[in-house]
């Protein structure tokens, strides 16, 4: 199922994609987890996805990061572009006022570099300290260089050269027994053959 969970992050424009998506929702560029008439398989995904009761947390998004390329396919706010979290955490201030809370970078940098207009981005006024958190945001630019002709692509930390792979998600899971003393033997190998799936 970790699979999926890297499929869902680069194939959003495939059939099956756009069926969960209407089926479930979108939010921060990522599909919803549904409620409690989803299907077996979807809540499967989300428990797997979170790692729900399997003592490693949310072992997937840890290590997945977006390398951004043209800005266009990686969330802003959302996505961990920069830095080790999501920059809604980083500048919660900023977020909360934020106009599209889904914007991407090229959207935001755009917009933020922008000497007439800027303003539309937030929802009133800024005050003078929140000012200067916009100026930390345009610093975080500093070092991004957006490619027109690169798309943005995830980056497995696990094996940043080859990518996903289940070998990879078995061999961190397996080796996360000494550093999570609450997965079972068991609870791992269910854990592990969700991930086949």
Known sequence: MGKWWRRMLVEKEELWYRVLKARYGEEGGRLKEGD???????RSMNRIHDGVGEGVGHWFDNNVRRVVGNG????????IWVGEIPLKFKFLCLFELSVDKECSVEVMRTGL??????????????????????RECLVLFHNIVLQENVEDTLRWLLDPIHGYS????????????????????????????????
């Open 113 to 134: 570099r922008a000497v007439v207009g800027r303003e539309r981005l937030w929802r009133r006024r800024l005050l003078a300290w929140e000012e200067e958190s916009v």
């Open 36 to 42: 409690s008439h989803c299907s077996v398989w979807w």
């Open 72 to 79: 266009r396919g990686t969330s802003f706010w959302h996505d």
């Open 166 to 197: 289940v070998r990879g998600a078995y061999r961190f899971l397996t080796t996360s027994v000494d550093r999570f003393p609450l997965v079972s033997g068991l609870a791992l190998a269910r854990y592990i053959f969700c991930l086949t799936c």
